[in-house]
């Protein structure tokens, strides 16, 4: 069992963040500051929503419909061996569970070893720090510099759908909190 920070979890699916009918976790706590980031709020490093990588694969698993795992931020990879955790207890009950993780690190900086552990279970990893003048309004990621990498092929028939398609939001209403899931289009594609 890990500890996991969260800003915040999206427990009954969207299909804004990747292929099928999505979980998502935004971690709490990042070292970047990239201007115009969209969670902002999920930069601190400060407790938020405590929970254990075994509570929420307890959720996860309650939702058969529920088709993979996007896990934003924040940045996912400081709580790293949590989320290893969380991922190896799902896929302990249903092996092919697919998972996607957006990271402000580039790929060939994430060699600490929870990292490298977390990357061996990550199906796509979206590497990079946003850049609002790169922003193009296209595919699953926040600006063009962010590279989409398939780690595995247990998502690649959706590879074009990921680089090149339109993005997609959701809306999800919880009394007086509204919570918007998905990459904003920034120039109105
Ligand atoms: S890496 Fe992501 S969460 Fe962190 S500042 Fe950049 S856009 Fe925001």
């Given at each position: 069992m890990g500890y996991l920070n969260l800003?915040?979890?999206?427990?009954?699916?969207?299909?804004?963040?990747?292929?099928?009918?999505?979980?998502?976790i935004?971690v709490q706590g990042?070292?970047?500051?990239?201007?115009?980031?969209?969670?902002?709020?999920?930069?601190?490093?400060?407790?938020?929503?405590m929970t254990t990588s075994e509570s929420v694969a307890?959720?996860?698993?309650?939702?058969?419909?529920?088709?993979?795992?996007?896990v934003?931020?924040?940045?996912p990879f400081l709580q790293s061996a949590s989320l290893s955790d969380l991922i190896r207890r799902?896929?302990?009950?249903?092996?092919?569970?697919?998972?996607?993780?957006?990271?402000?690190?580039?790929?060939?900086?994430?060699?600490?070893?929870d990292a490298?552990d977390l990357?061996?279970l990550?199906?796509?990893?979206?590497?990079?720090?946003?850049?609002?003048?790169?922003?193009?309004?296209?595919?699953?990621?926040?600006?063009?510099?962010?590279?989409?990498?398939?780690?595995?092929?247990?998502?690649?028939?959706?590879?074009?759908?990921?680089?090149?398609?339109?993005?997609?939001?959701?809306?999800?209403?919880?009394?007086?909190?509204?919570?918007?899931?998905?990459?904003?289009?920034?120039?109105?594609?």
């Amino acid at each position: 069992m890990g500890y996991l920070n969260l800003l915040n979890a999206c427990r009954t699916g969207t299909r804004a963040l990747g292929p099928g009918l999505r979980y998502v976790i935004w971690v709490q706590g990042c070292p970047f500051s990239c201007p115009g980031c969209i969670t902002p709020e999920g930069r601190e490093i400060e407790a938020k929503l405590m929970t254990t990588s075994e509570s929420v694969a307890e959720d996860i698993l309650s939702r058969p419909y529920i088709d993979g795992l996007t896990v934003s931020g924040g940045e996912p990879f400081l709580q790293s061996a949590s989320l290893s955790d969380l991922i190896r207890r799902i896929r302990t009950v249903r092996p092919n569970f697919n998972v996607i993780i957006f990271t402000g690190y580039r790929l060939e900086h994430l060699t600490w070893h929870d990292a490298e552990d977390l990357l061996s279970l990550a199906d796509v990893v979206i590497d990079g720090q946003y850049r609002e003048d790169l922003d193009d309004g296209i595919g699953l990621r926040g600006s063009s510099n962010q590279r989409i990498l398939f780690l595995s092929d247990r998502l690649t028939s959706y590879k074009d759908e990921m680089e090149k398609g339109c993005r997609r939001r959701d809306i999800e209403i919880r009394g007086a909190e509204t919570l918007f899931i998905g990459i904003p289009d920034k120039k109105g594609h």
